[in-house]
């Protein structure tokens, strides 16, 4: 059974840092990307940053470059997301996701969500 375990949300001040983790089981960890995914209330799902363990490529949004970092331990299968300079406006409830690609040409950032864990929520207050 394909799992994605997700934890390390919490409240905390604007400026501050949180780092999430991401605990992957029933599938090949080496053969996918793992990616991080923010909803905030009101808005549609994004993708924040994804990486694949095998080769530590990694790609991140627009919003988040300069600030978050990914990263993973292959052997504990977990995926990180150090976040830090925190914003009020990255409120919101964090996934995790096993990613895959879609064709011979896709980079990890153009990798695709097929499995989902469930939600960990960051609130940044002003």
């Known amino acids: 059974e394909v799992q994605l375990q997700a934890s390390g949300g919490g409240l905390v001040q604007a400026g501050e840092s949180l780092r999430l983790s991401c605990s992957a089981s029933?599938?090949?960890?080496?053969?996918?990307?793992i990616g991080w995914f923010r909803q905030a209330p009101g808005k549609e799902r994004e993708g924040v940053s994804h990486i694949t363990p095998i080769d530590g490529d990694t790609y991140y949004a627009d919003s988040v470059k300069g600030r978050f970092t990914i990263s993973s331990d292959n052997a504990k299968r977990t995926v990180y997301l150090q976040m830090r300079s925190l914003k009020p406006e990255d409120t919101a409830v964090y996934y995790c996701?096993?990613?895959?690609?879609?064709?011979?040409?896709?980079?990890?950032?153009?990798?695709?969500?097929?499995?989902w864990g469930q939600g960990t929520l960051v609130t940044v207050s002003s």
């Open positions: 996701a096993a990613l895959g690609p879609n064709g011979p040409d896709d980079t990890v950032a153009t990798y695709r969500p097929w499995a």
């Open positions: 029933g599938f090949s960890f080496a053969d996918y990307g």
